[in-house]
């Protein structure tokens, strides 16, 4: 097998998760050992991670701005839209302007998808009501209930697609968060910070910070 074809593999295996190619690698290199072998497609799929990385400004602005990035609107949709594995979401407001994207999100976790979403205050919230309707096995709600203090509240706004593409942003979403206010985000390419954002938010639900309903 030519060094080519060989990194070829090893790549593949680095987005699939896979480890066929230490077979191939023992093979290239017949003096490695299985750990060796191992050690070599850690680095390789480490590498060809860090190089995927990327982000990009995303911007809720006034119409007449002729602004050179994509509007928050349209990053949300394509997102949701596009989700093949997994949607992590937070709601600190959610209004009846989100109503096709509820649907999205319905049908998603409907196909397979799996749905976490985390909200602030759902009592609060009557736009949740049509998706706790739908809650079961792929689309888990999680409440963050009014505390003693009242001003704490979940305000981070996220969603994190396939555990590796990520927005946060400011924007809520309703109207005003995706078309009327001036909002600023990025989107984030990377498997790694969309681990960290999973993470955090699986640690919360297990310190009970999250009420899963």
Same mark, same amino acid.
């Given at each position: 097998?030519?060094?080519?074809?060989?990194?070829?593999?090893?790549?593949?295996?680095?987005?699939?998760?896979?480890?066929?190619?230490?077979?191939? !690698? *023992? @093979?290239?290199?017949?003096?490695?050992?299985? $750990?060796?072998?191992?050690?070599?497609?850690?680095?390789?799929? #480490?590498?060809?991670?860090?190089?995927?990385?990327?982000?990009?400004?995303?911007?809720?602005?006034?119409?007449?701005?002729?602004?050179?990035?994509?509007?928050?609107?349209?990053?949300?949709?394509?997102?949701?839209?596009?989700?093949?594995?997994?949607?992590?979401?937070?709601?600190?407001?959610?209004?009846?302007?989100?109503?096709?994207?509820?649907?999205?999100? !319905? *049908? @998603?976790?409907?196909?397979?998808?799996?749905? $976490?979403?985390?909200?602030?205050?759902?009592?609060?919230?009557? #736009?949740?009501?049509?998706?706790?309707?739908?809650?079961?096995?792929?689309?888990?709600?999680?409440?963050?209930?009014?505390?003693?203090?009242?001003?704490?509240?979940?305000?981070?706004?996220?969603?994190?697609?396939?555990?590796?593409?990520?927005?946060?942003?400011?924007?809520?979403?309703?109207?005003?968060?995706?078309?009327?206010?001036?909002?600023?985000?990025?989107?984030?390419?990377?498997?790694?910070?969309?681990?960290?954002?999973?993470?955090?938010?699986?640690?919360?639900?297990?310190?009970?910070?999250?009420?899963?309903?």
């Amino acid at each position: 097998m030519s060094l080519d074809i060989l990194l070829n593999k090893i790549l593949t295996d680095a987005i699939s998760g896979g480890n066929e190619s230490i077979r191939a !690698i *023992q @093979k290239r290199y017949p003096s490695l050992s299985e $750990k060796e072998a191992y050690e070599i497609l850690a680095m390789v799929s #480490a590498t060809a991670q860090s190089n995927d990385d990327s982000a990009e400004l995303v911007v809720t602005a006034p119409p007449s701005f002729a602004l050179k990035t994509k509007p928050t609107k349209v990053t949300v949709r394509e997102m949701l839209m596009g989700a093949r594995k997994s949607i992590l979401i937070t709601g600190y407001s959610l209004s009846n302007y989100f109503a096709e994207l509820v649907d999205c999100v !319905i *049908q @998603k976790s409907q196909e397979g998808v799996l749905v $976490k979403f985390f909200v602030n205050d759902i009592e609060s919230q009557k #736009a949740f009501d049509r998706l706790c309707c739908y809650k079961g096995n792929f689309l888990r709600i999680y409440n963050y209930p009014k505390q003693e203090d009242k001003m704490s509240a979940l305000h981070a706004k996220v969603i994190s697609v396939d555990q590796a593409d990520t927005l946060i942003t400011s924007a809520n979403l309703s109207y005003h968060g995706q078309e009327g206010n001036i909002e600023l985000g990025a989107r984030i390419h990377s498997k790694e910070l969309a681990k960290q954002v999973e993470d955090i938010f699986t640690l919360l639900v297990f310190k009970g910070m999250f009420i899963e309903l």
